[in-house]
């Protein structure tokens, strides 16, 4: 499968808080990408990483990427109420964006 | 920059109607995607184009939905006849080439009610 599978699938925190978020994919990957989902926005880019960078940064978002292990991680740093989405990561392989189901968070005020 | 448009935003129908989602990419875009959203789960890809020309519809239902892209640019999205469970949020999503190296943009969907 060349989707990835994010952890956990909830997150709760509180305001100021940061909140971590892992995924792991099975394929070779050029690229991966995290995605966020909010009923106001919809569904918007959040961060690119290609297979050749480590770490890469973004605002308060911190993306990590790991091809031995095939995995990513994405850092919110204080986080703030409006953070309240899921989140997914895309891991394109083959000219496809295949979603998993997210890790849904959830920041209280 | 103008977005991805997408209409009608909601539409209720009876099973066994038909139904007709639009969606028009962002100017230059060669890549259209179509998404299916259920409840609770992540957009699952129904079709995706490249230009006029399908890259990937192994998970449409092609017995009832059917997909077609106008000279490359606008798309319309069929279902007929509808199901209970095709109760869904339908995306439309472009990007400039492929998910290689580009972000895809998302309209804001479709929500559609079968009863």
């Known amino acids: 499968s060349q989707q990835g599978e994010e952890d956990p699938q909830a997150l709760s925190i509180q305001e100021g808080e940061n909140a971590t978020m892992n995924c792991s994919y099975k394929?070779?990957?050029?690229?991966l990408q995290w995605y966020r989902q909010n009923s106001g926005r919809g569904l918007v880019h959040l961060i690119l990483?290609?297979?050749?960078?480590r770490e890469k940064h973004s605002g308060r978002l911190r993306v990590t990427l790991d091809t031995s292990k095939k995995s990513s991680s994405l850092l919110i740093t204080a986080s703030r109420a409006a953070d309240t989405a899921s989140y997914f990561c895309?891991?394109?392989?083959?000219?496809?964006?295949?979603f998993g189901t997210g890790t849904r968070l959830l920041v209280s005020p | 920059e103008a977005g991805v448009a997408q209409s009608p935003r909601y539409k209720i129908i009876e099973k066994r109607q038909s139904v007709a989602f639009w969606c028009n990419p962002i100017?230059?875009?060669?890549?259209l995607y179509w998404y299916q959203q259920i409840l609770g789960q992540g957009p699952k890809l129904l079709i995706q184009?490249?230009?006029?020309?399908?890259?990937?519809d192994s998970q449409l239902p092609k017995d009832r939905f059917s997909a077609e892209r106008l000279k490359g640019v606008d798309s319309t999205l069929k279902i007929q006849p509808a199901k209970l469970e095709d109760s869904a949020v339908y995306l439309c999503?472009?990007?400039?080439?492929?998910?290689?190296?580009?972000?895809?943009?998302f309209g804001q969907g479709t929500r559609l009610t079968v009863v």
């Open positions: 999503a472009s990007s400039y080439w492929d998910s290689l190296n580009t972000e895809a943009f």
């Open positions: 394929t070779s990957i050029n690229n």
């Open positions: 990483i290609r297979s050749n960078e």
């Open positions: 895309v891991g394109p392989g083959f000219q496809k964006l295949v």
């Open positions: 100017s230059g875009h060669a890549t």
């Open positions: 184009f490249q230009n006029n020309g399908v890259v990937d």
